[in-house]
């Protein structure tokens, strides 16, 4: 993780990635969630599955740039 | 330095996103409402929270309070006087009872079914409960309305419309009085957090909707005119 949390006196750019991914990840889901008629559960899944591939892309493109 | 204050800006702004997100919740933060329709926008159980205590988001009322202009269609046709979903069109000693019901999400301002002269406006019900409104409970199974009727004479007969609201709300406004010459779409009148708008025609009159059919104050034609065989 050399880098992904800490470097050169600035956040490591994946964990900023990760958090500001994550944040509006939650607000995206949210208004997905009121505009779109259907059920809960298969939304959460799919929010879910979104989530994952977006934090798996911020991780993989880390390590590439690295 | 500078990146790590940028990135600490951008961070903390998501954060605020999100306890805004989570003060407001269930009920949507001011950051989505604009991309949702008004019934979602203000969900039901919201409304009825404000109801009790008695404030509103502003931008509730001013969609509430909203008042926009109408186009009447061409003909003699009778009107719709209110926005909102016909729940029965039942006729009872020889009068046909059009029922509108009107959500909170609708336009609340009353408009005028045909052109003629007020012959009368009345108020029933208020602090007690009158004959008037046991007589028109089966409208909407409120056993306390209060109401006013609004009797407007054309040229070919008569029609009457009564802007009913309950007995917690309590609160009607009408705009033209007895001896009023108005025209086809005109305002009439506005309830404040009323439910329910009924026009009286005579039983013979052709209805053009039915039972579910969603109409619009002022533009909707809902029966066909008086003369109409």
Not at chain 1, 9 to 32: E, R
Not at chain 2, 35 to 45: D, M, Q
Not at chain 2, 196 to 220: C, I
């Amino acid at each position: 993780m050399n880098g992904f949390l800490w470097t050169f006196g600035h956040l490591g750019w994946g964990i900023f990635a990760v958090l500001v991914f994550s944040g509006l990840w939650l607000l995206l889901s949210d208004l997905c969630w009121r505009l779109l008629a259907i059920c809960i559960g298969r939304l959460l899944a799919l929010l879910a599955i979104g989530w994952m591939l977006g934090i798996g892309c911020i991780v993989f493109g880390f390590y590439m740039a690295g | 330095m500078v990146l790590l204050i940028i990135q600490l800006a951008i961070i903390v702004i998501v954060m605020v996103l999100i306890v805004l997100w989570g003060f407001y919740f269930p009920y949507p933060s001011p950051l989505v409402r604009r991309w949702l329709s008004p019934r979602k926008r203000w969900p039901e159980k919201q409304i009825r929270t404000w109801l009790k205590d008695g404030r509103f988001q502003r931008a509730f009322l001013n969609h509430f309070y909203s008042d926009p202009e109408r186009m009447a269609p061409p003909g003699n046709s009778i009107l719709a006087p209110a926005d909102g979903l016909v729940t029965s069109a039942d006729i009872r000693g020889g009068v046909r009872y059009l029922v509108i019901g009107l959500s909170f999400w609708d336009m609340h301002v009353q408009r005028s079914p045909a052109s003629g002269r007020v012959l009368s406006v009345q108020s029933h019900g208020g602090d007690f409960m009158d004959g008037e409104g046991r007589e028109f409970a089966f409208l909407r199974e409120k056993s306390c309305p209060v109401h006013k009727r609004v009797v407007v004479a054309t040229d070919d007969g008569q029609v009457a419309v009564r802007l009913i609201t309950s007995l917690a709300a309590r609160r009607i406004e009408t705009w033209v009085r007895e001896g009023d010459e108005i025209d086809r779409g005109q305002r009439i009148g506005r309830i404040l957090l009323g439910s329910t708008v009924v026009l009286e025609l005579p039983a013979t009159t052709n209805l053009l909707v039915r039972m579910g059919d969603r109409v619009w104050a002022g533009e909707t034609a809902v029966a066909e005119s008086l003369t109409s065989p």
